[in-house]
């Protein structure tokens, strides 16, 4: 692999579907970008025709590892006996500076608790967090929300952190040289909430111009999905919530949809006549170009695709891995939360001491 190449870690057998759309959602990838590489982790016996049919060889390292995570295996279990998983093998890549970015379609629980093991917490970071795309109303299609299930708990420290990787993560993966940071509460007024949201909301309003965001206060359920904000910050219990409620409810207005145009002879009819604007209302919202939950705050960058992602998820996945990658996400979003700790390091990005540190 050459020196100018950027390099993912791929766990092959994570995920409902196999290897087959893993590998034909790498195939994919490739075709875009010819500086992209892979080292592929799983059975090498299921693997080597696969990668051979798409023609991948040349562009992909196989680490032939025996046992996979299952999606119903318990974290303790895999911290305790995983090491010879395809998943423990895809973050180790990382770890040892192999690949920049390892993106998995396993058993999340697994993947955080491992990532945890393997990669170590950022000095600084008490919790680290998944961040995920939700589609909004913004020009870029969606907004990041932060943490959507990797710890339950977070107080007025661990809120701030979150605002801070979260602003990071946007400024570097999805150039929002400003982002927009919001607090989620059951309520925009200020005197609303728990005790910590009301500490974290003014922590998080002194930390803005020091870090080169805007801080919108508290915003609420209804905000998540609209232009009002780049970023929401909430606890890992409320943004799991809040995730799951979202895809069921995404699924029953689908179903409801399909069942109001077979409705009537004329419904089928109308169906047709909007076939158009109903494929692209289907691919504004389709959840697998947008797929992939980022884990912040590790010394290691891991991207969790969805379960059951199909090859175009997959590309998805690898597609915002490539762009965290080449962006110097990890070394800029370790800068930002050090400085935290050292506040004489929090400057303005535009500055010269910003690029000297390569703060984002």
Same mark, same amino acid.
Not at 41 to 50: K, Q
Not at 229 to 239: C, K, L, N, R, S
Not at 318 to 337: E, H, M, P, T, Y
């Given at each position: ?5 950027? @390099? %993912?870690? %791929? ?6 579907? &196999? ?39 040349d562009r992909v390292e196989i680490r032939?590892?025996?046992?996979? @995570? ?42 955080? !608790? @491992?990532?945890?093991?393997?990669? /170590? ?5 008490? /919790? ?12 870029? &299609? ?23 990787? &979260? ?60 232009? /009002?904000?780049?970023? %929401? ?7 799991? @919530?809040?995730?799951?409620? !979202? ?5 029953? %207005?689908?179903?409801?949809? /399909? ?7 004329? $419904? ?8 158009? $604007?109903?494929?692209?209302?289907r691919k504004r919202i389709d959840p ?46 370790? !800068? ?20 000297n540190k390569g703060i984002s």
């Open positions: 692999m050459g020196s100018s190449d950027t @390099v %993912i870690s %791929i766990d092959a057998m994570g995920g409902d579907l &196999g290897p087959t759309a893993i590998v034909a959602g790498m195939a994919k990838s490739a075709e875009k970008n010819p500086d992209l590489r892979f080292i592929l982790h799983g059975r090498a016996g299921e693997l080597e025709p696969l990668v051979k049919k798409r023609r991948l060889s032939d590892v025996p046992d996979v @995570v299952s999606m119903t295996e318990k974290p303790a279990h895999v911290m305790r006996h995983g090491k010879t998983t395809s998943m423990w093998s895809a973050i180790t890549s990382v770890r040892e500076g192999e690949a920049e970015v390892c993106v998995s379609c396993g058993n999340t629980g697994a993947l955080m !608790a @491992v990532s945890m093991i393997r990669l /170590r917490k950022l000095d600084g970071v008490n /919790r680290p967090a998944i961040a995920c795309l939700w589609p909004s109303r913004n020009a870029s &299609g969606f907004n990041i929300m932060l943490d959507v299930g990797a710890d339950i708990r977070a107080d007025q420290d661990d809120l701030l952190q979150y605002a801070l990787m &979260g602003m990071s993560y946007a400024r570097n993966g999805f150039g929002l040289q400003r982002p927009r940071v919001g607090l989620l509460n059951v309520g925009t007024e200020e005197h609303k909430g728990r005790a910590e949201l009301k500490v974290a909301h003014d922590m998080i309003a002194a930390a803005a111009d020091a870090n080169d965001f805007e801080f919108v206060g508290f915003v609420e359920g209804v905000d998540i999905p609209s232009a /009002r904000v780049d970023v %929401i910050v909430t606890d890992g219990f409320t943004g799991n @919530v809040a995730l799951k409620t !979202a895809e069921g409810t995404a699924g029953l %207005i689908s179903e409801f949809l /399909r069942e109001a145009f077979k409705y009537t002879p004329l $419904s089928r009819i109308a169906a047709v006549l909007a076939l158009t $604007s109903l494929q692209r209302l697998r170009r947008v797929n992939g939950g980022v884990f912040l705050g590790l010394n290691g960058t891991v991207v969790k695709s969805h379960g059951s992602a199909d090859a175009t998820g997959v590309s998805a996945a690898i597609k915002l891995a490539f762009r965290l990658a080449q962006s110097g996400f990890q070394d800029k979003l370790a !800068a930002r939360v050090a400085s935290l700790s050292h506040p004489d390091q929090s400057v303005d990005q535009h500055s010269a001491g910003a690029e």
